[in-house]
C-alpha cells in the first residue's frame, strides 16, 4: 500500500471511531437519564464533548490542503561534469574540476559542490 492509501485509511478509521464514541456517548446519557443515575451522567458529557472536538479537529484537518512535496532539483553530484572556462581541469588545479568554483590547495572537497577533488 502506497503512503497516501495507508493516510486515507488512517483518517477513515478516525473518524469512524469519533462517529462511533459521540453516538455511544449519547446514548449512555440517554440511558443514565432514563434510569435517573444522575451522576453518571458527568462521564457521559465528557465523552459526548471529547468526541465532538474530536470530529472538529479532524473536520478541520481534512479542509486543509494538502502539503505539496518539495520541488525536485538535481543533486550537485548529478549534475554533468564540466571543466570551468577560466582554467582547464587537470593536475594542481586550482578549480574545481566539477563546478568550476576557486580553489585554495588544501581542500580535499570542493565547498560548492561538495565533491571529492
Do not use: H, N
Amino acid at each position: 500500500m502506497d503512503q497516501d492509501t495507508e493516510q486515507k485509511a488512517g483518517k477513515a478509521m478516525a473518524l469512524g471511531m469519533g462517529v462511533f464514541m459521540l453516538v455511544f456517548s449519547l446514548i449512555w446519557c440517554a440511558v443514565v437519564y432514563a434510569m435517573g443515575v444522575w451522576f453518571m451522567l458527568i462521564p457521559g458529557l465528557f465523552f459526548v464533548g471529547l468526541s465532538g472536538y474530536r470530529l472538529v479537529i479532524l473536520w478541520k484537518l481534512s479542509r486543509e490542503e494538502p502539503k505539496k512535496p518539495p520541488q525536485d532539483r538535481p543533486e550537485p553530484w548529478d549534475r554533468p561534469v564540466t571543466t570551468s572556462p577560466r582554467q582547464p581541469a587537470g593536475e594542481g588545479s586550482r578549480f574545481c574540476p566539477y563546478c568550476g568554483e576557486p580553489l585554495e590547495p588544501r581542500f580535499a572537497f570542493c565547498p560548492k559542490c561538495g565533491r571529492r577533488l
